[in-house]
């Protein structure tokens, strides 16, 4: 299985690393990560943009997928995402923890909750599927 530091060295050159997500936990069926406040995540006007949110969601979602492929998979694709936004955050961190709903051969679904670290206030409860992908067949 991988490990905390694998997904982190994993996100750290791409957008996860850039925002500044750090996973926390990888366990069977549940990632959790956290991400700091900062001015650069806020929208313009001064609440924490929606973007920021579904990012911290999808990525320990999709971490969790990849924690989770089945046997003889080879990647998964997001392909469908929800995200009902409840509050909002202004400082301190932000924290997700996404749990397995569905481990399937062919989908995978995720249920993600974000809250603020700090108080813990709900921030956006969020669901994602995704398709589990194998290697085409050359015949």
Known sequence: MLTVDDFNR???ENLPGHLGIVITRVATSTVTAELPVSKQLMAPNG???AGSVV???DTCSGYGCLA???EG???FTTIELKSNHLGTARDGSIECTATAAH???TTQVWDAVVKHKESG???ALFRCTQMVLYAKNSA
Do not use: Q, V
Request: hydrophobic share 45%; no cysteine; net charge positive.
């Open 47 to 49: 609440f924490l943009h």
């Open 68 to 70: 989770s492929l089945p």
């Open 10 to 12: 994993r996100g750290a």
């Open 55 to 57: 990012t911290l969601a």
């Open 103 to 105: 481990l399937g051969r």
């Open 121 to 123: 206030k709900t921030i």
């Open 73 to 75: 998979a080879t990647g």
